[in-house]
């Protein structure tokens, strides 16, 4: 009977391959591969349906992967769809041989990774990435992480994060491409395009999942998993559209988040997931949640119990469960009790299926066990070149006084000090993937392989990173009276930002200002290396007469990356995607803020009656756009013309320095006024240039009225006739301004 059973299935599956129609159908799927989904769920069990939309857990030990035997079992019996953190050829092979060769209906599984920022070659964290204002590079490192990712079994990617943030205490601003949803939108799709290339069935492309869906990055008070309460205007014009830009960029797949919406998860949103997501944005792929998303209901309090959780996140539209085994264990109890539909069960295993169609796992199961690629397509030297590229490109120069940096060529000795001067672990920043802390280059090593022989190196930690020891002081300021130059090298460590990482004062931590302060008093030149996740509130360390060079978290080549800007072979070109605060107290705090009807006017500092604060300036330390250079750039002769619905933009820049570089020219525009108040300055173009010292540049930027909609209480976009501010400038508060009309 058992032989029968299969044998009417294999029927199946060959009249489903028979057909001859390829016209492309729903979700890019060609009808006979329609067929063939039709009859594989036609032919599944309940609780094999369940576990398609399963997602379990695999593990590393101290002697490499492992997976609980209770997982092999059910794999073998169908009902696991996927595993996430399995990796390497032969481990992966394994388990997707269970899955095809021993289950009863041979569908593969999909295998996912948090590959974030590289896979094994770690690049800089998102936010320093973000920073080089590069769209093409950002591209590119997402192509390198899914061809080293896939080369290791992988064939789907939880990432990019595209959570616009403007609350910097919460640590997974480290994740994301900072407080602008313009720029952001426009790097959301670039990682998308990296990540899946022009064809998900080629072995070195994988399947990009777009999170956290939706607004994860306006938690209340920057702290982790806390709750989410924006207006409903707001939501669309600020934090929602670059999901969208990843859902028209082609991403196959995007995640819940853990929050709530309007009092209500959104693993059980059925507004969120099935009308605005599928409904009104056509999405073709599948949602899975974060991380026991659907359990965590419980404590949100919209669910009685585990059951109850899953029937909501089934019922609203939520295809696979990740590692909460809620669909797994309630899916077939609930449709007896005829709480959740067959239907709704069918279409979540219809999307699910769908993904490992477009990924060629039917064609073959095993196309991303390559063990050739394994050992020849991770960490090559044009990868870690173009790592150390994207180092240099992602730091930005926040200060320079006298003309610090770049270190001299008459320095003979240079004394490193600080608690993250030789660090390999902190180099990876958070989410690191598959990446080997002992593969990184360190600060201490850069410099010492960039000045060779000629300059004579010292190093002292001087502190740690975040307690209140300053024993090491004392040989820290020896060392110091020995050298011609120090890099003192600050900040946080890699796991204080990222997710479970959020902190309510975030100021170098520990006695490290102390230590800072102890340098600029010794009256050498001091540059400062900043390592971290996040801006921070260094009002104290900029108040010191030190060059401040902000490195994020810089990953593989983090050291070499640092060192080619130190000693001028690259010249800084990173601008602020995300504001620096003065203090924890103006937070949140971004560019793109509105204006009140009693606006603070710096020119008049004795009035009261406005807002702003008594103890602060309400400017920021360093804004959004903000970064130096080894040279200095001139605006000039900012134009505008409208030509029926098309406005364009020129603005002259001069290199005016000893120096060639890059300048990222921004634009932005204000709408004077309209029928919802309007932002002060909203970026709308860009250009990363570069200019040969001497020169002066016609820079173009052309818009249309589309460029000037904004979302209105209907929430229809469109935009109203009436007169504009263009803004052009070296960062969002340094500009030149030109106005005009569009009728």
Known sequence: MRNLKISAILMLLLIAETVQSQNTGEGGIVSADNAKIEALIKNMTVDEKAGQLTLFMSGWDVTGPTLSTNYQKLIKEGKVGGLFNAYTVDYVREFQRMAVEES???????????VIHGHRTIFPIPLGQSCSWNLAAIEQSERIAAQEATAEGLNWTFSPMVDVARDPR???VAEGSGEDTWLGSKIAAARVRGFQGTDLKSNNTMMACAKHFAAYGAAQGGRDYHTVDVSELSLYEWYLPPYKACLDAGAGSIMTSFNEIAGVPS????????????????????VVTDYTSINEMVNHGNAENNKDAARLAINAGVDM?????????????????????????????????????????????????????QENEVMTPDQLAFARKLVAESCVLLKNPGQILPIPETVKTIAIIGPLGDSKKDMLGNWSAAGKWEQC??????VKSRAGSRVELLYEKGCNTNDGDKRGFEAALKLAQKADFIILALGENGWMSGEAASRSTIDLPGVQNDLAEAMAKTGKPVAVVLFNGRPLTISRLSSLNVAILETWFGGTQAGNGIADLLFGDKNPSGKLTM????????????YNAK???????????GAKYVSRYLDCSNDPLYPFGYGLSYTTFTYANLETRVDGDKINVTVQVSNTGNRDGEEVVQLYIRDKVGSVTRPVKELKGFQKVNIKKGETKSIAFSLTT??????????????EPGEFTAFAGTNSAETISATFKVN
Request: charge should be positive.
């Open 104 to 114: 009863r209906l041979k569908i593969p599984m999909i295998f996912g990774y948090d």
């Open 595 to 605: 204006n009140t009807g009693r606006p603070y006017n710096p020119a008049d500092s």
């Open 321 to 373: 469960d990740m590692m909460g085994s809620t669909y797994l264990d309630y899916l077939p109890e609930l449709i007896k009790e005829k709480k959740v539909s067959m239907d709704a069960v069918d279409n979540a295993v219809r999307w699910v299926l769908k993904a490992k169609m477009k990924l060629g796992l039917f064609d073959d199961p095993y196309r991303y066990c390559n063990k050739s690629r």
């Open 267 to 286: 693993t059980a949103n059925k507004w969120l997931m099935t009308d605005l997501l599928r409904n009104d944005w056509g999405f073709n792929g599948f």
């Open 441 to 446: 280059v360190t600060l201490l090593e850069g």
């Open 170 to 172: 919460w640590g997974r």
């Open 579 to 590: 504001t620096f605060p003065r203090n924890e107290g103006q937070i949140p705090i971004f």
């Open 706 to 719: 589309a460029d000037l909609a904004f979302y209105h209480p209907d929430l229809k976009k469109y935009w």
